[in-house]
């Protein structure tokens, strides 16, 4: 065997990858027209694995196939467990649904009455994603360039910089070029330990709740009203990355060069992340 040869084979062993494929996650809008959902991708192995790293996918109560009116609010609290043998850092991919559609205030606000357009019809996203915030887990908001309320995306954020450091998520990239979904990856800035502690074998939810947003349902088009927040989760064992000063609190550099390595080994570059 060849040097060359050797030293695939040493990588291959040791970037072990997985893919957590999601829950395809089927959320039925209550319209008027017929209700239907899209299945434009297979939702039964939750979990696609290479190698021994091992993780599962947890939205708290959330329930597959649930149905969601205009306006109503819904737990949803992605969360990933370690269930291997090895350490691990992982990342998720949210996918939210869009729809040329014109955006209703959802209650009284000066000078606009609840019911009444916020804005022209325009390409927007359908769901709010919510995070609560508390002391021990504080939120942010994905950054936006007006006020038109077209995206609300809260999520729990980590701290990587600070004394008082803490573990939650970081916003790596976002992708709003796509026809039906916008992209948004997040790494989390702490590792995974194995084992059966799920205060270190376990994340924190990236978010807690999602809200359908008020529109004129008559916009939507196809065959029904039916759409899916798509959640994916990724995981790569920690050793031997080839990466200098990984700590134990990861900042945005670190774990976009850990995120590149998944890309480039498992990762489908199709949505442009």
């Known amino acids: 065997m060849t040097n060359e040869q050797k030293i695939r084979m040493r990588k291959k062993s040791l970037i072990l990858i997985i893919v957590g494929v999601a829950t395809a996650l089927m959320i039925f809008i209550v319209l008027e027209m017929t209700q239907a959902y899209l299945t434009d991708r297979d ?14 996918i947890s939205e708290g109560n959330f329930t597959d196939h649930s149905v969601i009116a205009e306006g109503q609010k819904m737990e949803k609290a992605p969360q990933i467990i370690n269930t291997g043998h090895n350490d691990e850092y992982v990342f998720f991919q949210i996918a939210v649904p869009k ?19 916020v804005g ?26 007006d006020n038109t309320q077209k995206i609300v995306f809260q999520y729990h954020n980590g701290d990587s910089t600070s004394d008082s450091k803490r573990a939650g998520w970081i916003l790596l990239n976002s992708n709003d ?27 924190i939810p990236l978010f807690d709740e999602i809200q359908l947003k008020s529109f004129i349902e008559e916009e939507m088009t196809g065959d029904g009203a039916g759409v899916k927040v798509d959640v994916t989760a990724y995981g790569i064992q920690t050793d031997e990355l080839g990466i200098d000063g990984l700590g134990d609190y990861l900042d945005e550099t ?10 480039g080994k498992q990762v489908n570059d199709d949505n442009g992340t």
């Open 177 to 203: 070029t796509g026809d039906d979904y916008n992209y948004y990856v997040f790494g989390y800035n702490k590792k995974l330990i194995a084992g059966n502690d799920t205060a270190t074998n376990t994340t």
């Open 120 to 145: 022209e019809q325009s390409v927007s996203e359908l769901f709010k994603l919510l995070a609560s915030a508390t002391e021990e887990r504080p939120t942010s908001d994905v950054s936006i360039d």
């Open 254 to 263: 670190k774990l976009n060069a850990i995120w590149k390595i998944l890309v």
């Open 43 to 56: 939702a039964v192995p939750n979990v696609i694995t290479v190698g021994s790293v091992r993780l599962e």
């Open 99 to 117: 729809g040329n559609v014109t955006l209703l205030y959802e209650s009284n606000v000066q000078d606009h009455n609840e019911g009444t357009p």
